[in-house]
């Protein structure tokens, strides 16, 4: 029996086949990183995309490339790599050139926005994600993107020359030393992969690295909040596909670390999925009780709650801003009372469940316990009850 999720994964499989392998239960669903040989041969006319073809078909078109002397295409927040803007016929001269001053990397490029010539091309596998959208690679040999991760579902198929990953579990967020979530770049780690300086980052000789070299043909699905750093071994043509992750993968540091920034930032009102479902967050908040993670199920209810008051401002025609900035939970729940749009004894439950909501996004790490969330999501229903669904509804 195959482990179920990715913090005990010690190795990389490499099938060489899909026959008899069922790859949404055994590795999509529980978040396992896989090799698939040859795999892009069957998505669509890929296999015949050299250089030479998309120069045929989008040489003249313009395309945003990035720029760097030293061949590591950062994101920042160091040396971020530079941006040009040239034909693409122009990026792949420098990309061939075998001394270029500095190297250009056509890098995830949406294909159906920028290259829709190349769309008939491609023929997205069922496995991946719905409204899976399929980028663009394209670089020069020992361009590198450094270590960071995603918090997206990415299936990554390797189209001409190789590529190496160098792949780390999720589990090892610390030895990332990863910026705080609430920095630009949060994800992306100081640590150059290649070549540690293990004085300035000791923890990450910690870390468990899976390398993976993807020959023409192969795919990587590397699930979301993986570790990746990548080394493009030759002239590289790539293609992959982006969606978004569920519940379950982000039952991971990172992934946590997310909800706690996001709740920060908004209160959640912007996230999609996976914690907000077409139920609102208790759904996500319920899930989260289950596997015993009590401070994250009880931000998701703050979420609820702020979404319900919010919404129940706007219906009573109260501004929900004050001077620019959303005004808070409780100020917005003492006009609500002013207004009488509910009772002072909903009022007192809002005020002391956002007493909780503070202390779930300050103060992670004290202890609670079931009963306590249990009462807290309990409170949230009973205060906010979604409306039944009718007979058959879905
Ligand atoms: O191929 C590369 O250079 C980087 C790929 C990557 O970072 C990604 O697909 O998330």
């Given at each position: 029996m195959k482990e179920r999720t990715c913090f005990n994964q010690t190795s990389v499989d490499r099938l060489a086949s899909l026959d008899g392998v069922d790859l949404m239960e055994e590795y999509i669903i529980p978040g396992r990183a896989v090799v698939i040989l040859g795999e892009v041969l069957k998505w669509?006319?890929?296999?015949?995309?050299?250089?030479?073809?998309?120069?045929?078909?989008?040489?003249?078109?313009?395309?945003?490339?990035?720029?760097?002397?030293?061949?590591?295409?950062?994101?920042?927040?160091?040396?971020?790599?530079?941006?040009?803007?040239?034909?693409?016929?122009?990026?792949?001269?420098?990309?061939?050139?075998?001394?270029?001053?500095?190297?250009?990397?056509?890098?995830?490029?949406?294909?159906a926005a920028q290259f829709p010539e190349l769309e008939s091309d491609i023929q997205p596998p069922d496995y991946a994600g719905a409204n899976a959208a399929a980028h663009l690679w394209f670089g020069g040999a020992n361009n590198v993107t450094p270590l960071h991760f995603d918090a997206l579902c990415n299936l990554f198929g390797q189209v001409f020359g190789r590529k190496r990953f160098l792949i780390y579990s999720p589990k090892h967020l610390e030895e990332m030393y990863p910026l705080p979530v609430d920095a630009p770049f949060s994800h992306v780690s100081p640590v150059n992969a290649e070549n540690p300086d293990f004085l300035a980052h000791p923890r990450f000789e910690e870390a468990q690295c899976h390398e993976v070299v993807l020959a023409p043909g192969d795919v990587l699905f590397l699930p979301p909040f993986w570790w990746h750093c990548v080394r493009s071994l030759d002239v590289s043509i790539s293609v992959n596909f982006w969606w978004p992750p569920s519940l379950q993968h982000c039952l991971v540091p990172a992934g946590l670390r997310l909800l706690h920034g996001s709740y920060a930032l908004d209160r959640l009102q912007t996230a999609g999925v996976p914690f907000r479902g077409p139920d609102g967050f208790m759904g996500a908040a319920q899930e989260m009780m289950a596997r015993g993670l009590y401070w994250p199920a009880i931000l998701l209810a703050g979420a609820e709650v702020e979404s319900a008051v919010r919404d129940m401002a706007r219906l009573s025609g109260i501004d929900d801003h004050a001077d620019g900035s959303p005004k808070t939970l409780s100020f917005l729940n003492r006009?609500?009372?002013?207004?009488?749009?509910?009772?002072?004894?909903?009022?007192?439950?809002?005020?002391?469940?956002?007493?909780?909501?503070?202390?779930?996004?300050?103060?992670?790490d004290l202890p609670i316990g079931l009963d306590e969330t249990r009462l807290i999501l309990d409170a949230v229903a009973k205060l906010f009850p979604r409306p039944a669904k009718a007979e058959g509804e879905i």
């Amino acid at each position: 029996m195959k482990e179920r999720t990715c913090f005990n994964q010690t190795s990389v499989d490499r099938l060489a086949s899909l026959d008899g392998v069922d790859l949404m239960e055994e590795y999509i669903i529980p978040g396992r990183a896989v090799v698939i040989l040859g795999e892009v041969l069957k998505w669509g006319n890929l296999s015949q995309w050299r250089p030479a073809y998309l120069d045929d078909k989008i040489g003249s078109k313009y395309v945003d490339v990035a720029v760097s002397q030293s061949r590591v295409f950062r994101y920042g927040p160091r040396e971020a790599a530079s941006s040009a803007r040239m034909t693409f016929r122009e990026a792949l001269q420098k990309i061939q050139a075998a001394h270029p001053e500095e190297a250009v990397y056509v890098m995830q490029q949406p294909i159906a926005a920028q290259f829709p010539e190349l769309e008939s091309d491609i023929q997205p596998p069922d496995y991946a994600g719905a409204n899976a959208a399929a980028h663009l690679w394209f670089g020069g040999a020992n361009n590198v993107t450094p270590l960071h991760f995603d918090a997206l579902c990415n299936l990554f198929g390797q189209v001409f020359g190789r590529k190496r990953f160098l792949i780390y579990s999720p589990k090892h967020l610390e030895e990332m030393y990863p910026l705080p979530v609430d920095a630009p770049f949060s994800h992306v780690s100081p640590v150059n992969a290649e070549n540690p300086d293990f004085l300035a980052h000791p923890r990450f000789e910690e870390a468990q690295c899976h390398e993976v070299v993807l020959a023409p043909g192969d795919v990587l699905f590397l699930p979301p909040f993986w570790w990746h750093c990548v080394r493009s071994l030759d002239v590289s043509i790539s293609v992959n596909f982006w969606w978004p992750p569920s519940l379950q993968h982000c039952l991971v540091p990172a992934g946590l670390r997310l909800l706690h920034g996001s709740y920060a930032l908004d209160r959640l009102q912007t996230a999609g999925v996976p914690f907000r479902g077409p139920d609102g967050f208790m759904g996500a908040a319920q899930e989260m009780m289950a596997r015993g993670l009590y401070w994250p199920a009880i931000l998701l209810a703050g979420a609820e709650v702020e979404s319900a008051v919010r919404d129940m401002a706007r219906l009573s025609g109260i501004d929900d801003h004050a001077d620019g900035s959303p005004k808070t939970l409780s100020f917005l729940n003492r006009d609500l009372l002013a207004a009488k749009a509910y009772d002072s004894a909903i009022a007192d439950w809002i005020l002391s469940l956002d007493f909780w909501f503070a202390t779930a996004c300050q103060e992670p790490d004290l202890p609670i316990g079931l009963d306590e969330t249990r009462l807290i999501l309990d409170a949230v229903a009973k205060l906010f009850p979604r409306p039944a669904k009718a007979e058959g509804e879905i």
